[in-house]
């Protein structure tokens, strides 16, 4: 390095890299890692670095094991209150997920919970989630909100999102979801709460709450047309669209998320052929959630092929969610892909990195090549395959986001 060039913040080797920037995990053997103002500025083999070790960085980490790019997890209702772990007994009694919705139950449980929750009771509950979901390698987290329903409670809700990022230093996107469930004060009148969603929305975008809408169109959520409503109120106020489409039924969700260049469709198992076209046709990614289909004891498959044969990129996400996916780990959600959906190990790594970044759409984080943010996982692994393919246990050796140490 010559003189008077600023010494790196931190250079990590003596690791294996799986950049997943270009073919394959982009491996790199006998490799080093260095990073300053929370970017990457270099990505190679050990025997390139510009100069030597002890002069380029202020802090030199000699390790053993592989480093990934930081996991995304793209979908999350990691905010919540109480559990529903007796609906879980119910429903492996026979009772359906619809059926315990339709009574007052599933959603609408949580957000009885969540309303009686204070703001900082919700982040006691929600923060320990959160910290194992980072503890196994999660450097950007979203948050929904969906559990408040009214204008105060989806407030608490994201206010708490952005104070679990303020916490653990990682980045929380957060997510309007007041379209969710009908909240009982509006029975039989969802036009009229969507118009109340619609009222809150610039309210809560304005206190700087907001990064992306969601809605779920489904029979026990909202029709395709409120769905439609929602999404052109978030597009007059800028923000990006996503949606829970085609999780139980096909009302072509998907297909209506990608006319409005939606970031993502997420669930997905009942999207139709039109639809993944559709997506193909406006970049819309597909998030897979595998923990909600294996705790549903679902059997239709999402169109995994059809996504391929188009080039829709597939994501992986946990939906951690206390009443279909109360599921803790990203990298379980990887093995629940590779192993309901048959994902490739690879692909299930992309889809929860690079692809689930594009699902918020980041562009900046996924992949380790020069300028990402430094946000990247030590694991104690002898092939990144195996972080599709262990189920539970600890691999995770240490987690940096933008450059910190920070699990
Ligand atoms: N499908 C709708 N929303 C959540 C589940 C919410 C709940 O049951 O509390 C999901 O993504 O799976
Ligand atoms: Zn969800």
């Known amino acids: 390095m010559s003189a008077g060039t600023p010494r790196w913040d931190g250079l990590i080797t003596g690791i294996s890299l799986a950049t997943l920037d270009g073919a394959g995990y982009g491996e790199i053997p006998d490799a080093a890692l260095g990073w300053q103002n929370g970017r990457i500025v270099y990505v190679g083999p050990r025997a390139d670095l510009p100069a030597p070790e ?55 449980s949580t957000v009885r919970a969540v309303r009686a929750a204070s703001e900082d009771e919700l982040l006691a509950q929600s923060l320990p989630r959160a910290k194992a979901l980072v503890a196994d390698g999660v450097t950007t987290l979203e948050i929904k909100s969906g559990y408040g329903l009214d204008l105060a409670n989806e407030r608490k809700m994201l206010r708490v999102a952005r104070r679990i990022g303020e916490v653990l230093g990682i980045e929380v996107r957060t997510t309007y979801l007041a379209a969710h469930a009908l909240p009982p004060e509006f029975s039989d009148d969802a036009d009229g709460y969507i118009d109340a969603v619609l009222e809150w929305l610039p309210m809560l975008h ?24 929602v999404f052109e109120a978030a597009h007059t106020h800028g923000l990006p669209v996503k949606l829970h489409a085609d999780q139980l039924s096909d009302l072509g969700g998907a297909g209506l998320v990608a006319e409005f260049d939606g970031l993502s469709a997420d669930h997905v198992e009942y999207t139709s052929a039109e639809s993944v076209q559709a997506m193909a046709g406006h970049g ?30 597939m994501a992986v996400a946990t939906d951690c969610n206390p009443g279909t996916a109360p599921l803790l780990s990203l990298r379980q959600a990887m093995q629940l892909a590779c192993t309901h959906f048959r994902l490739t190990p690879e692909e299930a790594l992309r889809g929860a990195t690079v692809h689930a970044a594009r699902a918020l759409g980041l562009d900046d984080r996924g992949v380790l090549k020069v300028g990402a943010r430094a946000d990247f996982v030590l694991w104690d692994i002898g092939h990144p395959a195996e972080l599709g393919y262990w189920l539970g246990g600890r691999l995770c050796l240490g987690v940096f986001a933008g450059g910190r140490l920070i699990a």
């Open 54 to 108: 002890d002069t380029l960085a202020d802090q030199v980490i000699e390790a053993s094991g592989w480093i990934t790019p930081g996991l995304v997890d793209c979908h999350t209702h990691v905010v919540f209150a109480g559990d529903r772990a007796r609906e879980f007994e119910m429903r492996l009694q026979g009772e359906s997920y619809e059926a315990i919705a339709r009574a007052g139950g599933g959603i609408l």
């Open 206 to 229: 304005g206190e700087g709450l907001i990064d992306a809408v969601d809605a779920f169109c489904e029979g026990i959520g909202f029709t395709p047309a409120q769905t439609r409503r």
């Open 284 to 313: 819309t990614v597909a998030v897979l959630l595998p923990g909600a289909f294996h705790v549903l004891r679902e059997t239709k498959l999402p169109p995994l092929d059809a996504f391929r044969e188009h080039g829709v990129p």
